[in-house]
């Protein structure tokens, strides 16, 4: 799972990639740093830390506004606290997860089991859930991934995997609300008993209901 730290809304930050660089190197002596020269990628740099629980990995969106964690939730707790410590406290940060599922407001006062608690339910539900999941294959054009893949970061997404998954979970709670009114089921269960084709009962459902 990935973790996010940002402001709630853009500001004048500006986290320095090599004022970041030798923070991180005054702290962690087995850090691995990649400074990351190409405009047109969403990451000034990348980092990793070999840490208590495992590794840290660690990037630096290019707008210098946000840090994307990847690791185990008690590192990335520490770690953004630690963050917390090195950037002024007029600016308001946020430690979330890519679904937003959870946020928690990182301040002097905010303490590494506050978050790890407020996480660790989340992974411990994804976990239980990953037996219930399935893998497929879906052709896609390649400009349609293009653009996937400059949209995710731009919306607090690791990849545009989940961006994706984002697409369809909203677009199928919407047609399962229209399903499930009554009239629809009634009418949908008359025409098949008719044997109008499916595609067309589908098509003609979609334009009633848009």
Sequence with gaps: MNYFISPPEPTDLKIDPAQLINALKAEWSNIEIQTIDNPKR???????IPLTNGILDGRLEETGQCVVLEGD??????FALWLRSQLDNKYKLLFYDEAYSATVELSSETTAPEIIKCFMSIENAS????????????????????????????????NYQPLIQHYVDEGLRIDIERLNNPSIQKLTK??????????????AIGEATH
């Design 127 to 158: 976990a239980a859930d990953e037996s219930q999941i399935t893998t497929i294959t879906l052709p896609m054009p390649k400009n349609v991934v293009k653009s996937l893949e400059r949209i995710a970061p731009v919306f607090g997404f690791s």
């Design 190 to 203: 008359s025409l098949k008993h008719y044997g109008v084709d499916e595609g067309l009962i589908a098509k």
């Design 42 to 48: 969403a990451y000034s740099l990348s980092f990793r």
């Design 73 to 78: 939730i008690r590192d990335c707790a520490k």
